[in-house]
Nanobody, 126 residues
Framework: QSPLVESGGGLVQAGGSLRLSCTAPGLTLARYAVGWFRQVPGQRREGVACLSGPDGTVFYDDSVKGRFTISLDKAKNTLYLQMNALEQEETGVYYC???????????????????WGQGTQVTVSS
């Protein structure tokens, strides 16, 4: 079993919203930098939004600023990604990850990240 488990993906029309969730049965997310990544067909995986569990610092890729919001519910040990105004080009598999690094470095995947989920499919239709 993956240490992280994503849910909330699905089919949505362009301009619509989805909220993804990531739970971690064996980890305390508040101790890590945690983030959301996506892999669009034919492209490399990229960081979308990352957050420091210890101090709350956030980092967003420029392409999602103002539309996506990352948050961590420490009591529920659950990471969220609220995605608004979704675009068709954002169709892909969305993953959550956790690593002891800092949010920007984690999102940029400057090194291998310690923990990954198996991903959840997001499909944005026209």
């Amino acid at each position: 079993q993956s240490p992280l488990v994503e849910s909330g993906g699905g089919l949505v029309q362009a301009g619509g919203s989805l909220r993804l969730s990531c739970t971690a049965p064996g980890l305390t997310l508040a101790r890590y930098a945690v983030g959301w990544f996506r892999q669009v067909p034919g492209q490399r995986r990229e960081g979308v939004a990352c957050l420091s569990g210890p101090d709350g610092t956030v980092f967003y890729d420029d392409s999602v600023k103002g539309r996506f919001t990352i948050s961590l519910d420490k009591a529920k040990n659950t990471l969220y990604l609220q995605m608004n105004a979704l675009e068709q080009e954002e169709t892909g598999v969305y993953y959550c990850a956790a690593d002891p690094g800092i949010p920007e470095a984690v999102c940029q995947m400057l090194g291998p990240l310690d923990y990954w989920g198996q991903g959840t499919q997001v499909t944005v239709s026209s």
